[in-house]
Nanobody
Framework: VQLQAFGGGLVQAGGSLRLSCAASGRTVGNYAMAWFRQAPGKEREFVAAISWGGATTYYADSVKGRFTMSRGNTKNTVYLRMNSLEPEDTAVYYC????????????????WGQGTLVTVSS
């Protein structure tokens, strides 16, 4: 499974961005998927996850109410809509996938993609 995240960029505080993650190599339609992020000098942290069917989502407390994760119609693409961005959201964002449960995906997903940089200016 290859995962490619894109859509990052520079945005002012209060602005919005939508990240996308496309899977290839194997269908991930029955995989749970997640977004993680790593800020400069900090450890990577969980951001959001979605079940294979899209019915269940989990969010970190720091992004709850501002970020929304969804799956595309083909299930091989996921999105992260980020609203009301704050400078503290500045990080490299990674998408990940796991064939087991959404809970497992929030902790140690099997597959990782390359990151996309999000920079929020104050």
């Amino acid at each position: 499974v290859q995962l490619q995240a894109f859509g990052g960029g520079l945005v002012q505080a209060g602005g919005s961005l939508r990240l996308s993650c496309a899977a290839s190599g194997r269908t991930v339609g029955n995989y749970a998927m997640a977004w993680f992020r790593q800020a400069p000098g900090k450890e990577r942290e969980f951001v959001a996850a979605i079940s294979w069917g899209g019915a269940t989502t989990y969010y970190a407390d720091s992004v709850k109410g501002r970020f929304t994760m969804s799956r595309g119609n083909t299930k091989n693409t996921v999105y992260l809509r980020m609203n009301s961005l704050e400078p503290e959201d500045t990080a490299v964002y990674y998408c990940a996938a796991d064939p087991s449960s959404i809970t497992s995906t929030t902790r140690s997903p099997r597959y990782w993609g390359q990151g996309t940089l999000v920079t929020v200016s104050s």
